[in-house]
């Protein structure tokens, strides 16, 4: 048992292993308001890990219609019960986390449950509902009546809740990139990973038995690329990358920069208190008080700075889905924003401004394209 420091809460809270951070740690940003639901990153990550016997259900990346859907069904709404009401006070968690009991020690496991087998039965159950029919419109800022798009994937968690419940020390977290992997040697299958894991993304193969989880794509991260599904996003509403802790923070690291800098993107459910390394952009047209649940403290701040998005951050914008290369350094110089490699060598260069091509019309008299009316 141990005392570690849990930045997202903004204090110190019991955890089952020291405190040792990786040499780096893997993390993504995805922009809520550019998805289109298209599960084309589903699709990519289901056919390049997940399709072996003992795998059918298994989805490492989804993308669930929020506030009803949810794969495992329900998997928030069961655990926001079981975990109870938590409180913040301003930007500091005020209640417990899901490895602290009443008085603040440690419990014996992380509050979590095994989700029934029709609980996976539907990957996209809910997809497109929302809260209502909006019968007199709608208008921003604020739908009452709602829906959005969650991207989900393993969160690579600085203080992983599979981790922390398994008796067997089957999972670890790697230290050269923080990316969380289930040494299928020793795993035996009991399932505590699922469990244990809030946001269920480690899953139990019913062919081998053993308990699989997303990988990062591990093996194109240590070639200097990003993950599939990043890779894949038809909405370019990803982008993955290496995460500091927020004093030693890099203004040019662009996930740095959006997380810490700019705070324009926020974990999910961090009052669960396993430091996920997935943070979001959060939907705007979204009720706040939801988003405070989903997100904790900072989204107005983060839809602000999104919405109103000045010259720089605009810039970093432009690298999400530019390339397959991992973007360690952005560099803003004259018209582009430039991404830069673990070589120091330019990965992309984007133009700030898009060219203007103005589209001709067919007039079908003459047989010509004009740009003009005659
Ligand atoms: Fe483990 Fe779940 Fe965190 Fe992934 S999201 S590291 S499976 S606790
Ligand atoms: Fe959303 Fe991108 Fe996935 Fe399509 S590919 S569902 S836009 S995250």
Known sequence: MALVENWQLRRKM?????????????????????????????????????????????????????????YPQHWDTKLLVQHGAQQWRGDEFAGKTIFEKDDGELRDEPVG???????????????????????KGLS??????????????????????????????????RPEDGIVLVDQDRCRGYQECVAGCPYKKSLFNTHTSKAEKCIACYPRVENNEIPRCVAACVGHIRLSGWISLPGEARPDNPIDYLVHIRKVALPLYPQFGTEPNVYYIPPRWVPRNHLLQTFGPGSQKAIDVRMDADPELFA??????????????????????IGFGADGKTVIEMPLEEPFYERPFYDADADVYRFNEP
Request: charged share 20%; with cysteine; glycine share 8%.
């Open 140 to 173: 921003l800022p604020i739908h009452q009546d709602f829906f959005f798009y969650m991207q989900r994937i393993c969160n690579h968690c600085t203080y992983p809740g599979c981790v922390a419940a398994c008796p067997r020390k089957a999972i670890y977290k």
């Open 14 to 70: 019991q955890y089952k292993y020291d405190d040792t951070r990786p040499k780096r740690q893997i993390g993504f940003v995805f922009d809520i308001n550019r998805c289109i639901g298209c599960q084309t990153c589903t699709m990519a990550c289901k056919s390049t890990w997940a399709f072996s016997k003992g795998q059918e259900y298994m989805w490492w990346n989804n993308v669930e219609t929020k506030p009803y859907g949810g």
């Open 316 to 337: 970093v914008l432009k690298l999400f889905g530019a390339t397959t290369g991992t973007i360690e350094r952005f560099s803003i110089e004259g018209d582009s924003v």
């Open 113 to 135: 449950y095994i989700p029934d087998v029709a609980e996976w039965r539907f990957p996209n159950i809910y997809e497109d509902t929302a809260t209502g029919f909006a019968k």
